[in-house]
């Protein structure tokens, strides 16, 4: 017996490429979540991967950077044509133009901090538990989680100067493929904020949670990618509400396959 | 100075979800091989990524079961309509419907026979090399790979009863996220064959090298997934002759992006 046999899933696009090595975290963290036997019970995705993007960091800086909102758009649009009931991001920093892509491609945004808030571990009692974002500073300048934690009443700290300088190195390289020269560059930054009394880092790049993984931080670290995997799978397999109802059941598959 | 900054890249559309982890592995390679050091220098891709697609296996068996060609179709269709210009498909057994697919998408296919083939190591002198083909019944039955060989005079071993019983236990533990109990059925098959002379292990199942990796069978196997991914990053930077010139040239991208 199969309880999934009848399941249907909702197409979600991945707009991606912001880098390659990110979109990928994510795929496979909605693969790793997902309850599944067999290929068929996976969420079914289609990805956009491709980063000839103008750089997004430089883009919140400088208003006469070239936008990466064309690029970005042509892309949710090319996956809400290719089918997909809805967005979501690969990258936080992109978040800055969430409204702008959602409103391109006409369908809705499981937008990446709505996720990670959801997902932040309540505190049942004494002083409200400490919070640090790391992120890239585009992600820091244009308010993109402070904003929605402020809207629930939440307050999010955020790096000083020095220690947001290591997270730049770390993001660069990461982008590079140095993964060794990128976890270095976190260590002691990392462990002084701990000593300081951080009780959890809310990993708002999607960079970070490749380095961090594998370290002693990790235990109290809220990875904004595996939030959003989370949401992603809970669209698909239907237990979000939504008013659109076009899921996919391929007629080809039924009870003869197993 | 940046070589690169004036690159194009043809954008290139993976047919994947078969199973949705071999997908990523094929992804995780042409980034890993890709020589970049800004996201902007990677293999723009587009990937379908959607599971639900009838067993390729069984409808190679049994030709009264669902047939997954009107899903892979689709799939391939899908990816064409977003850009794609040539399409590679993450899965060696789906290659049995490969011409109806191209055909369908009217874009071309890279073949991952093809790609492992060209890629298998010249011997300077004495017998030819032994080379076995470790793939699904499906892919063996179908003559995925021996058919291509043949037409290039190379002949390729198979596995006897026994040894194929293990690996479709493999195949099934890794669809299932198993990969320990995947990785234990190859060890005494393996070792076996490599005592008896066997010089190199065609990993013709993109499950296969997730389990080989990392193990002593790594360094005498040849990775079709790695053989296909060098062929997408080949003709996505341009490298292969190929009638269609449309590239991907971003007019927002430029000097300005570092």
């Known amino acids: 017996m199969n309880t999934n046999a009848k399941q249907s899933y909702r197409l979600v696009g991945i707009l991606g490429g912001m880098g390659p090595?990110?979109?990928i975290d994510l795929m496979q963290k909605i693969i790793a979540t997902t309850p599944a036997m067999r290929d068929q019970e996976h969420v079914p995705l289609v990805v956009w991967n491709v980063p000839q993007i103008p750089e997004r960091?430089?883009?919140?800086?400088?208003?006469?950077?070239?936008?990466?909102?064309?690029?970005?758009?042509?892309?949710a649009v090319a996956l809400a044509r290719a089918g997909a009931q809805a967005i979501a991001i690969a990258c936080n920093t992109a978040h800055y133009w969430a409204e702008e892509i959602g409103a391109a491609a006409k369908i809705p945004l499981i937008h990446i901090v709505d996720a990670a808030l959801d997902a932040l571990p309540a505190k049942a009692s004494g002083p409200p538990a400490r919070v640090m974002l790391l992120a890239t500073e585009g992600t820091h300048k244009a308010g993109i989680y402070t904003q929605r934690a402020a809207a629930r009443g939440l307050s999010l700290e955020v790096p000083n100067a020095q220690v947001q300088r290591a997270i730049n190195d770390c993001i660069r390289f990461t982008k590079a493929n140095q993964l060794t020269?990128?976890?270095?560059?976190?260590?002691?930054?990392?462990?002084?904020l701990r000593a300081s009394g951080v009780d959890t880092f809310l990993l708002g790049c999607t960079e970070l949670p490749l380095l961090v993984s594998g370290t002693p931080f990790q235990a109290q670290s809220l990875d904004a990618t595996a939030a959003l995997a989370a949401a992603v799978i809970d669209f698909s397999l239907g237990s979000v509400a939504h008013k659109s109802d076009k899921t996919i059941r391929n007629p080809h598959l039924g009870d003869k396959v197993a």
Chains 1, 2 share one sequence.
Request: charged letters at 15%.
């Open 57 to 75: 960091v430089r883009a919140i800086e400088d208003p006469s950077a070239a936008s990466p909102a064309p690029a970005m758009c042509a892309g």
């Open 21 to 23: 090595a990110a979109t």
């Open 181 to 192: 020269e990128a976890r270095a560059q976190l260590i002691i930054p990392l462990t002084q």
